[in-house]
């Protein structure tokens, strides 16, 4: 923003990695040398004044369970309504991509589910029954936030258990190498890649 106008970001710090996203916002800002105030967001009025809300990867359920219980949920979705005229941004990583879709599937249980609904909406846990496979089956289902419109399939590339850490070889063209691979082009530099279970974009609703 210009005209000597502070950036305002707020980071939902209920749980997560919030402090790794607040130092790395703090570390653009001295980069870039400009002027951003981060808040760390754990009631409706930490919202007042933020130009931007991050919500931060970490478990989807255990933030959706303290957002509503705090009225946390109905408060960002009304500070989002508004960003229409405000220019408001709102980002979510790993876990805060599922609470912000619109519709999230289950890949375990191959249904549609949204952990801890609001009252009144869904199941008592925010599942819907169908098949336990590992095809997916859109189910419609109330959802946390809503504010993308999006299908996000929870644990896309598997569970905690194909969770794995290993070498990623970057060539001169900038493709990742992989295997044998990287023994037949120039390799410019390399680096510890950690994968872990995250959810993947299905398709645009």
């Known amino acids: 923003m210009s005209g000597g106008v502070i950036v305002r970001v707020g980071i939902l710090a209920v749980q997560g990695d919030f402090a790794e996203h ?6 653009a800002a001295r980069a870039e040398n400009s002027e951003v105030a981060v808040v760390r967001v754990r009631l409706p009025a930490d919202l007042t004044g933020l130009h931007g809300l991050v919500l931060p990867g ?18 960002v979705r009304d500070w989002m309504r508004a960003s ?7 980002w979510g990583t790993c876990a805060g991509l599922i609470l912000l879709a619109d519709k999230v599937i289950d890949k375990r ?3 549609g589910h949204v952990p801890d609904t609001e009252p009144g909406q869904g199941s008592r ?5 169908g098949q336990t ?12 936030l809503g504010c993308l419109s999006i299908s996000v399939v929870r644990n896309s590339y598997g569970g905690q258990r194909d969770s794995f850490e290993s070498d990623v070889f970057i ?3 900038g493709n990742a190498l992989h295997g044998d691979n990287k023994q037949t082009k120039v390799v410019v ?4 890649g950690i994968f872990i279970r995250a959810p993947g974009i299905k398709s645009f609703n």
Request: aromatic share 6%; hydrophobic share 30%; glycine share 6%.
């Open 22 to 27: 607040e130092e790395s916002f703090r570390a």
């Open 58 to 75: 970490g478990e989807s359920t255990v933030m959706a369970r303290f957002m509503r219980s705090h009225g946390l949920a109905q408060s």
């Open 84 to 90: 229409v005229d405000h220019r408001r941004q709102i």
């Open 109 to 111: 249980l191959g249904t």
């Open 125 to 129: 846990h925010g599942i819907e029954t």
């Open 133 to 144: 496979n590992d095809t997916y089956r859109d189910v419609d289902a109330p959802q946390l």
């Open 171 to 173: 060539s001169s063209n």
């Open 189 to 192: 530099t390399s680096c510890r």
